[in-house]
Each structure stands twice: as C-alpha cells, then as structure tokens.
C-alpha cells in the first residue's frame, strides 16, 4: 500500500485565498484524522472522521476551517479566507478499527503571506 | 486522560540501546500507553502500544512498570535514522494529545 497521501505536499497563498488540501487515506481504514503543527503550538488534532461522519471537531480553529469526506477514499481541509497565522503542516492519517493506532502522510507545508 | 512525563532530550550512542523513559503517575485502569516518533519533516509514525504487559515488535519494547506508573521505549539498537521526537500518550478511548516528547539525538 502506498500509504496516507496527501496533495499538495507545498502551498505558497496569499491571505484570503482560499485553500485546499487533500488527503487519501490507506485503503480500508475507518478513521481519518486532520492536525495540524507548528512550533509554538505543536502537534493539534483538528478533526476526526469515522466511517467518513465527522465525529469530533472540536479542534477547529474557527469556521474559517471545514473538513469533509465524501467517500471513504478522499478528504478534503478547506481553509477560507486563509490568514497568515494558519501557516502550518498539516498532517492527514487514518486508522483501521483501533482509532489510536494512526498512519500518517507526509503532510502538507502551507504559508499564508 | 493522564498526562505524561518524558526528558526533554536525549543522546544515544550508534548501536547501543536507547531507553526512554515516560512517567505516566495518574494513569486509570482503562487507558493504554502508545509511543510515536516523529523524524525531522515526516509524519509521526506509530511504534507501539500496550496495557499492562511487556511489548515487543519490529520496532521496539515496551515495559510496563507494574504498578502502571511509568513505562520505558527501548530501542535495542539504535542507529542514525532513530534520531526522532518520541511521544509518550496516554489515552482510553479518546484521541491522541501529543506533548513535546523526547528529542532523540543517535551519535556516531
């Protein structure tokens, strides 16, 4: 299996855009996972799906922020308008049965100017 | 869920064991302990996980002191590319809440 993939692994935007992530997990694995690192804060969860139902989001930031999963196959963070301090990694991963038990992507490298 | 206790940093010769220790005092009954590893610039990766019993993998041991206070990730050979943050979580049925972890330095 090629792992958790996540698109793009480098967004460069300017404050206000709109931006997207993308993330598909590993084939057959239930849960799915969005954080989110930066140095002062570290490692965050932001929002965790279940059989592609939000289960906890509680970890958004505000509702510049949403998530979905349409099918248990994609993914998507969507962050509108985009700030400066939203620049982060944004990592994806995914479970299968044991939700702590966690696979990880590479994550995406976003900056906001 | 309890909070966990880890050294800021460590440094480990190439080849000898690497032991990290992680206290873990008001750990309830329920919850079990996972070690992560984050190498620079990568996702974190899973290690391992136990309850109360030893632990072993391809990875690593997991002890368990047995009164559940505090447990030790031992990597038995540790080479160049285990140079990584490691987490110690603690956690029931709720998700993981990574800390600052340790800072694995693997010297040759």
């Known amino acids: 299996d090629a792992g958790v993939i996540q698109s793009p692994r480098h967004e460069v935007t300017e404050m206000g855009q709109e931006v997207t992530l993308r993330c598909k997990p590993i084939?057959?694995?239930?849960?799915l996972f969005w954080y989110r690192q930066t140095m002062m804060r570290g490692l965050e969860l932001l929002i965790y799906?279940?059989?592609?139902?939000?289960?906890?989001d509680s970890g958004m930031p505000e509702d510049r922020f949403s998530a979905k999963m349409p099918n248990a196959s994609f993914s998507t963070l969507k962050i509108q308008p985009s700030e400066p301090r939203d620049s982060a990694v944004y990592f994806c991963a995914s479970g299968q049965g044991v939700k702590n038990i966690q696979y990880f992507g590479a994550g995406t490298r976003l900056s906001v100017l | 869920d309890a909070k966990t206790t880890q050294p800021p940093s460590m440094d480990c010769a190439e080849g000898r064991a690497a032991n990290l220790p992680c206290n873990h005092s008001?750990?309830?009954?329920?919850?079990?302990v996972y070690w992560y590893r984050q190498i620079h610039s990568q996702g974190p990766q899973y290690i391992i996980h136990?309850?109360?019993n030893n632990e072993t993998n391809e990875m690593a041991s997991l002890i368990i002191t047995e009164d559940r206070k505090s447990s030790t990730l031992i990597l038995p050979h540790a080479t160049l590319r285990d140079t990584a943050v490691y987490y110690c979580i603690v956690t029931g049925n709720t998700p993981l809440v990574f800390g600052k972890g340790t800072r694995l330095s693997v010297i040759a």
């Open positions: 084939s057959g694995h239930d849960y």
């Open positions: 799906f279940n059989n592609n139902v939000p289960i906890d």
């Open positions: 136990g309850l109360k």
């Open positions: 008001t750990i309830s009954g329920n919850e079990y």
